[in-house]
């Protein structure tokens, strides 16, 4: 595997286990709730009622699909450019040399 | 960073609609702009977008014991500069009030202000100053995305703290409460974010190195 492809791999590594050390150090007696719910909570405590209410509130089912589906837009859109990027490169007349790795 | 709807009282509402709209506006242009100017960079544009669309949807646990999400605005900073970065993060924030009770229509103003406008200036001022003193692509993009995300939650702090003062400890203390829940938990999410943002642009330099050149992102040292 080119340095390229390792430093790539390590990268996506890392994000990975930012997101498992929480899990596996604090343990499952954590909820996890989300920082937003939380500023919520905080400000339910005072007084202060909302004067404003969602006009649409889906269900949390249909809420975690939906943010499924934002999500795999974006992942599509993106994967889409990668693979017209890529083959235009592969397509392109060889007028410049591929670059070097660009330093870490 | 998502403030929900209605929990900002009317008048804060309303001035951080103000404050942040020019910007969005000033945003839309530009995305015009860029897309008459150099329409081979569209399709970059679209990605850049994408990139904030799948960061915001993700919530990932953290240290804290909470949950949070990055924003993906840094990328799309560095690449297009801020303006383009200030309608994209709108459109993906209002997505997201709509359709997902997720923020508010009332608190859109703020939300975009916090994640569409300070996060891509920090992203690309912290990127111009990092390339300027002399650090790498990598280095440079990492801190960029990183700080934009770290910012754009420090600054939902404030705007929570300036409109819900603690009761006996004022602004400052509520500014404490809402940094310890947005701004500590949001640490590792950033260094996240900073990861995952360097992984495209080394990616970005592989597979579309000349639209990269004409945005002027190099991947040496050298400034051009």
């Known amino acids: 595997m080119s340095r390229f492809s390792v430093v790539n791999w390590l990268l996506v590594l890392g994000v990975v286990l930012l997101a498992a050390v929480p899990l596996l150090v604090i343990g499952s007696d954590t909820e996890f709730a989300g920082a937003d719910g939380m500023a919520v909570e905080r400000i339910d405590e005072s007084d202060y009622q909302p004067w404003f209410a969602p006009l649409f509130e889906p269900a949390p089912e249909t809420a975690s699909g939906l943010f499924a589906l934002q999500a795999a837009i974006g992942g599509g859109v993106l994967g889409y450019f990668f693979g017209v990027a890529r083959t235009r490169r592969r397509n392109a007349p060889p007028a410049v040399p591929p670059p070097a790795d660009p330093p870490a | 960073m998502h403030i929900a709807e209605g929990y900002l009282p009317p008048l804060h509402a309303v001035a951080w609609t103000v404050v942040a709209a020019p910007f969005v506006v000033h945003g839309a242009r530009a995305v015009v702009r860029q897309v008459q100017e150099e329409p081979e960079t569209r399709l970059l544009l679209g990605a ?177």
């Open chain 2, 48 to 224: 850049a977008g994408a990139f904030t669309f799948v960061l915001s949807a993700l919530k990932l646990p953290s240290v804290t014991g909470s949950s949070s999400h990055p924003t993906g605005t840094g990328l799309g900073a560095i690449l297009f500069r801020p303006p383009v970065m200030a309608l994209l993060g709108t459109i993906v924030l209002t997505f997201q009030a709509l359709l997902l009770a997720h923020g508010g229509i009332t608190t859109l103003g703020a939300n975009a202000f916090s994640m569409a406008v300070v996060g891509p200036w920090v992203a690309y001022g912290v990127y111009t100053l990092a390339r300027r003193l002399g650090g790498g692509l990598s280095v440079a993009v990492f801190l960029a995305a990183a700080l934009a995300d770290l910012s754009t939650y420090c600054t939902t702090a404030v705007q929570l703290a300036l409109a819900h003062p603690d009761a006996t400890t004022g602004v400052p203390g509520a500014l404490v409460e809402f940094g310890a829940i947005f701004a500590v938990t949001q640490i590792p999410l950033a260094v996240s974010e900073g990861l995952l943002t360097v992984l495209v642009v080394r990616l970005l330099t592989r597979v579309s190195p000349a639209e990269l050149a004409r945005l002027g992102i190099r991947p040496a040292r050298q400034e051009a």
